[in-house]
């Protein structure tokens, strides 16, 4: 799977489901992800939109794409493939796939 | 050694020491100066996600406890390893991959997926399956021959039994 929901070896099945109940909404994951963004870019929030094409219009290098996908990983327990970064075009991608993860 | 068979052996040694020269460069070229490639390999073995034993570590890399503690004891003073102990039983003690880890781990691992992608690109579907069987093949008979010379066995005696074939 290109893009999964971490899981602890300690969580059981009910736990499971209750982390999986708890997927972000597209506005939280939209609102993290431009935090993020404009932290590791020095640019205002506002400078982005769901059709921002990442690597077209951000001058984002390869170490700060990474930054951006550890951190990502982290804050909403994921795990993110090598895969699923290739498919990514738009801040719209990111956040489809971080809102399809937490519903899987 | 027919001529096609010496350039492949020659080739294939180049690929051997070029692959490792050029890590190395690109390492102490970039965002990861202070680490060695052999610390790079034990991040690679810890990997990016659940915490791992030393054993389990040590197993994947074929080397010692031993030296896993020593090289682990660097990458923890250097920030890109953290131990901590399992919340049920605290006698065993897990190794991760800090932020600074990961994102090292994600650079080699980008380095490798170049690479392939540049073998691959030119190739038809049938010319890779063919390509990706070779190398499997290829990895399988250095493993054994790894396993030969690492099982004890007497050096002198493997080096007769081979340049008898």
Same mark, same amino acid.
């Given at each position: 799977m290109a893009v999964s929901k971490k899981k602890t070896s300690d969580m059981n099945e009910n736990e499971e489901k209750s982390a999986s109940a708890k997927a972000p909404s597209r506005e939280v994951v939209f609102d993290t992800l431009t935090d993020m963004l404009s932290e590791l870019l020095d640019m205002?929030?506002?400078?982005?939109? #769901?059709?921002?094409?990442?690597? #077209? #219009?951000l001058p984002l290098d390869s170490l700060q794409l990474y930054e951006l996908v550890v951190d990502l990983e982290e804050r909403f327990e994921l795990q993110i493939s090598d895969e699923a970064i290739e498919k990514i075009r738009s801040i719209g991608d990111v956040v489809n796939m971080i809102c399809d993860a937490g519903n899987n | 050694m027919e001529p096609l068979e010496k350039d492949f052996a020659e080739s294939l040694l180049s690929i051997f020491d070029n692959v490792l020269l050029t890590e190395e460069m690109a390492l102490s070229k970039g965002?990861?100066?202070?680490?060695?490639i052999a610390e790079l390999h034990t991040i690679n073995a810890i990997g990016p996600y659940e915490a791992r034993t030393m054993t389990e570590t040590a197993n994947i890399l074929g080397i010692t406890i031993g030296t896993l503690t020593v090289a682990v004891d660097r990458l923890v003073k250097k920030k890109y390893v953290e131990r901590q102990r399992d919340?049920?039983?605290?006698r065993i003690v897990r190794i991760s991959l800090t932020r600074q880890g990961k994102l090292a781990y994600r650079m080699h691992s980008k380095f490798h997926r170049v690479l392939a992608k540049r073998i691959f690109d030119p190739l038809s579907e049938e010319e890779r399956k063919i390509l990706t069987k070779t190398i499997e093949e290829i990895d399988t008979f250095v493993k054994e021959q790894y396993k030969k010379y690492s099982s004890g066995e007497q050096y002198k005696k493997i080096v007769r039994d081979d340049t008898e074939v």
């Open positions: 205002k929030k506002s400078d982005f939109a #769901e059709d921002t094409m990442i690597f #077209e #219009e | 965002y990861f100066s202070d680490l060695s919340t049920k039983d605290r």
